[in-house]
């Protein structure tokens, strides 16, 4: 079951590079990539099955922290879907709407490592 979680772990961080690397490559012309889009599924994706581990596993759980985490990826997601959907159209994405969704991945990574 660890393997599980370890395998998770990576592929949560994999996502959130996904995010954020893309926003800072992009930073001189702001934008969102469709795969943006994808970092912020996976990171859903993901880090739904390490909440459903981490009980299994015995670890300790902050559920504080988790809801916020949640709550931000879930604001991530839909606003990565809704630049990646004007990116594909042609139309332009607002700096605002890009610098959003690398910032709020960028919260997140924070949390996720100096909440404890």
Known sequence: MNIVYDI???LHIVGAAM???IWIGNMKKPTVHPRQFDGAALQLLTGIVMMGLIPALGKDVIYAKIGVKIVIALVV???AFIGSRKFKKGEPVSKGLAHSVGGLALLNVAI???WN
Request: aromatic share 8%; net charge neutral.
């Open 19 to 21: 995010i954020v690397g």
């Open 8 to 10: 998770m772990v990576f």
């Open 112 to 114: 996720a490592t100096l």
């Open 77 to 79: 997601a839909v606003l």
